[in-house]
C-alpha cells in the first residue's frame, strides 16, 4: 500500500471507534495508536458515560498504548483520530513524543492544531511531531454531522413535548440559528400564566447574586440578539443580564393573530418574568420602543428598579414623522431586511426572524401598541434623576430621530417632571461597531452600581 492508502487504513478503524462512541451517546470521535503496522492504542470519546473531562478518545489510545510498551513514550508511533485534537490532547502527544499524528475533520472552535491555533507549529517546544490533516476528513466530518443533526431532532422533540405549540401561534423552527454570530443560550419558559401556553425565548447570563441585574428589552422590529454585545460584556464584569424574546419576536412562540398583542399583555409578561425569576436591583436597559414598554413595567414595580439605560427612546405619543412612517413601514413589509433598514450592515443576523410568517403579526400590531403605551411616568423618572441613575442615549446618526429632537423633547419631560437639570446623563453614539462598547459599559457599571 502506499502512503495515503495506510493513512486512509487505519483512519477507518479510528472512524469504527467513533461510531462506537456514537453509538453510546458520546460525541463521535475515535483514535488508534500505530507502531510497525501494528494498532496498539485504542480510544473513543467518552467523557460523558466516564465523568472525565479527559476522556477523549485520543487520550484513551495513548493511554492503552504506553500500557502495551510499558514506557510513557510512544517514539516511533503514528496517531489517527477523526477530528482534530483539542489543547489537551495535543499536549499529551507531544509529552508522548510522537512522530506523527494524523486527523481527519478539522474543529474549527477548538482545534489546536492549525484551525483556532497550532500547537504542533510551536518552535519553542523541545519535540516536534509531524502533523497531517485531511485523511477521510468528508467521512469524519458526515459523521460528526449527523451525530448533532439527530441530538438536535432529539432537543427539540423533548422541547416540543416541554413546551407544546399552541394552535393560535406559530414556532420558528431550530434549524439555522447555529450558525449565526454571537447567538446566546436561552431558557424556555412556557410557565407563566400570561404567556397561555407560549414558549418565551431568555437570554441569562451572569451571576444570580450579582449586585445589579440589568433587563433588556428590545423594540420593535428587533430581538434580544440586539443586546448581544451589552450582554456578554456586562456578564464578563460580574453583572447579571436577563433579555427576553418579546412574544411574537426572535425565538419566542408567535401568535397568528395582530389583535393578541396588546400592550398590557406584554408588560403582564414581563412582570410575571421578573417575579418568576425574582429580579431585584434591575436597571432597565431598553431599546426603541421597548424602552417604553419597559418603563411601563417598571411604573408598575417601582421597588424592583434602580434606574434605567434608554436608547433611542422616544419619550411622547407624537413620535417624528419620519420615525413613525418607518415602524409603518416594518408593519406592511414582514419580509423586510430590517437589519439593514436599521443600517446594521455587520450584522445580518438580525434579519433572520423577521423573514418568518409568524412575525407578520407582531409586526401588524405594533403601531397600535405603541399607541396603548401610557406615557413616560414623569414622577419615576425624576426618582431615578435625583439618585442619578439614568442614562438617555440617542443616535447621532439617526436620520429618522435626529439628535436635536431627540434632547429636546427628553429636556421637556425631565423638566415636566421636576427634575434638577443636569442630573441625568444624555449623550449621542454612532452604530456599535464605531464606538468603543467596552469603555461605555465600564461607564455604565460603575455609574449604576454607586
Given at each position: 500500500?502506499?502512503?495515503?492508502?495506510?493513512?486512509?487504513?487505519?483512519?477507518?478503524?479510528?472512524?469504527?471507534?467513533?461510531?462506537?462512541?456514537?453509538?453510546?451517546?458520546?460525541?463521535?470521535?475515535?483514535?488508534?495508536?500505530?507502531?510497525?503496522?501494528?494498532?496498539?492504542?485504542?480510544?473513543?470519546?467518552?467523557?460523558?458515560?466516564?465523568?472525565?473531562?479527559?476522556?477523549?478518545?485520543?487520550?484513551?489510545?495513548?493511554?492503552?498504548?504506553?500500557?502495551?510498551?510499558?514506557?510513557?513514550?510512544?517514539?516511533?508511533?503514528?496517531?489517527?483520530?477523526?477530528?482534530?485534537?483539542?489543547?489537551?490532547?495535543?499536549?499529551?502527544?507531544?509529552?508522548?513524543?510522537?512522530?506523527?499524528?494524523?486527523?481527519?475533520?478539522?474543529?474549527?472552535?477548538?482545534?489546536?492544531?492549525?484551525?483556532?491555533?497550532?500547537?504542533?507549529?510551536?518552535?519553542?517546544?523541545?519535540?516536534?511531531?509531524?502533523?497531517?490533516?485531511?485523511?477521510?476528513?468528508?467521512?469524519?466530518?458526515?459523521?460528526?454531522?449527523?451525530?448533532?443533526?439527530?441530538?438536535?431532532?432529539?432537543?427539540?422533540?423533548?422541547?416540543?413535548?416541554?413546551?407544546?405549540?399552541?394552535?393560535?401561534?406559530?414556532?420558528?423552527?431550530?434549524?439555522?440559528?447555529?450558525?449565526l454570530p454571537g447567538l446566546l443560550p436561552v431558557d424556555w419558559r412556557s410557565d407563566l400564566a400570561a404567556l397561555r401556553g407560549l414558549r418565551l425565548a431568555v437570554v441569562d447570563q451572569g451571576p444570580k447574586d450579582a449586585p445589579l441585574t440589568w433587563?433588556?428589552?428590545?423594540?420593535?422590529?428587533?430581538?434580544?440578539?440586539?443586546?448581544?454585545?451589552?450582554?456578554?460584556?456586562?456578564?464578563?464584569?460580574?453583572?447579571?443580564?436577563?433579555?427576553?424574546?418579546?412574544?411574537?419576536?426572535?425565538?419566542?412562540?408567535?401568535?397568528?393573530?395582530?389583535?393578541?398583542?396588546?400592550?398590557?399583555?406584554?408588560?403582564?409578561?414581563?412582570?410575571?418574568?421578573?417575579?418568576?425569576?425574582?429580579?431585584?436591583?434591575?436597571?432597565?436597559?431598553?431599546?426603541?420602543?421597548?424602552?417604553?414598554?419597559?418603563?411601563?413595567?417598571?411604573?408598575?414595580?417601582?421597588?424592583?428598579?434602580?434606574?434605567?439605560?434608554?436608547?433611542?427612546?422616544?419619550?411622547?405619543?407624537?413620535?417624528?414623522?419620519?420615525?413613525?412612517?418607518?415602524?409603518?413601514?416594518?408593519?406592511?413589509?414582514?419580509?423586510?431586511?430590517?437589519?439593514?433598514?436599521?443600517?446594521?450592515?455587520?450584522?445580518?443576523?438580525?434579519?433572520?426572524?423577521?423573514?418568518?410568517?409568524?412575525?407578520?403579526?407582531?409586526?401588524?400590531?405594533?403601531?397600535?401598541?405603541?399607541?396603548?403605551?401610557?406615557?413616560?411616568?414623569?414622577?419615576?423618572?425624576?426618582?431615578?434623576?435625583?439618585?442619578?441613575?439614568?442614562?438617555?442615549?440617542?443616535?447621532?446618526?439617526?436620520?429618522?430621530?435626529?439628535?436635536?429632537?431627540?434632547?429636546?423633547?427628553?429636556?421637556?419631560?425631565?423638566?415636566?417632571?421636576?427634575?434638577?437639570?443636569?442630573?441625568?446623563?444624555?449623550?449621542?453614539?454612532?452604530?456599535?461597531?464605531?464606538?468603543?462598547?467596552?469603555?461605555?459599559?465600564?461607564?455604565?457599571?460603575?455609574?449604576?452600581?454607586?
Open positions: 500500500m502506499t502512503a495515503n492508502e495506510q493513512d486512509q487504513h487505519w483512519m477507518r478503524h479510528a472512524l469504527s471507534l467513533a461510531h462506537q462512541a456514537a453509538a453510546a451517546g458520546e460525541v463521535p470521535v475515535g483514535a488508534v495508536v500505530v507502531k510497525n503496522g501494528v494498532v496498539i492504542g485504542r480510544g473513543c470519546n467518552s467523557p460523558v458515560s466516564a465523568c472525565d473531562p479527559t476522556a477523549h478518545a485520543e487520550i484513551q489510545a495513548l493511554r492503552e498504548a504506553a500500557q502495551s510498551l510499558s514506557n510513557y513514550r510512544l517514539d516511533g508511533c503514528t496517531l489517527y483520530v477523526t477530528l482534530e485534537p483539542c489543547t489537551m490532547c495535543s499536549g499529551a502527544m507531544l509529552h508522548a513524543r510522537l512522530a506523527r499524528v494524523v486527523y481527519g475533520a478539522s474543529e474549527p472552535k477548538t482545534g489546536a492544531a492549525g484551525s483556532v491555533l497550532n500547537v504542533f507549529d510551536e518552535g519553542r517546544i523541545n519535540h516536534h511531531t509531524r502533523m497531517e490533516s485531511g485523511v477521510l476528513a468528508d467521512e469524519c466530518a458526515a459523521l460528526l454531522a449527523d451525530f448533532f443533526r439527530q441530538r438536535r431532532v432529539q432537543q427539540r422533540r423533548r422541547h416540543q413535548a416541554c413546551h407544546p405549540l399552541q394552535d393560535w401561534a406559530l414556532r420558528n423552527p431550530d434549524t439555522g440559528l447555529e450558525d433587563l433588556c428589552v428590545h423594540g420593535s422590529p428587533a430581538w434580544s440578539h440586539w443586546f448581544a454585545p451589552l450582554i456578554r460584556g456586562l456578564a464578563a464584569a460580574g453583572q447579571r443580564v436577563v433579555a427576553p424574546d418579546l412574544p411574537g419576536f426572535g425565538r419566542s412562540d408567535q401568535p397568528k393573530k395582530p389583535g393578541q398583542h396588546t400592550a398590557a399583555w406584554h408588560v403582564q409578561v414581563l412582570a410575571q418574568l421578573v417575579q418568576s425569576l425574582d429580579l431585584q436591583r434591575i436597571v432597565l436597559l431598553g431599546h426603541d420602543d421597548g424602552a417604553r414598554l419597559g418603563l411601563a413595567l417598571a411604573q408598575s414595580m417601582p421597588e424592583r428598579f434602580v434606574g434605567g439605560w434608554l436608547i433611542n427612546a422616544w419619550p411622547g405619543q407624537q413620535a417624528p414623522q419620519a420615525y413613525a412612517k418607518w415602524f409603518e413601514s416594518a408593519a406592511r413589509k414582514p419580509g423586510w431586511p430590517v437589519a439593514r433598514a436599521m443600517g446594521e450592515v455587520g450584522d445580518p443576523a438580525l434579519d433572520w426572524p423577521f423573514a418568518r410568517p409568524g412575525h407578520r403579526a407582531a409586526l401588524e400590531a405594533w403601531p397600535r401598541v405603541q399607541a396603548e403605551l401610557p406615557s413616560v411616568p414623569g414622577e419615576l423618572l425624576a426618582v431615578w434623576q435625583a439618585r442619578q441613575k439614568l442614562w438617555l442615549q440617542g443616535s447621532a446618526l439617526d436620520e429618522l430621530l435626529p439628535a436635536s429632537l431627540w434632547s429636546e423633547a427628553w429636556e421637556q419631560v425631565l423638566c415636566e417632571a421636576g427634575g434638577q437639570p443636569g442630573t441625568a446623563q444624555l449623550f449621542a453614539h454612532g452604530h456599535w461597531d464605531m464606538e468603543p462598547v467596552a469603555l461605555r459599559l465600564v461607564q455604565a457599571v460603575e455609574y449604576f452600581g454607586r
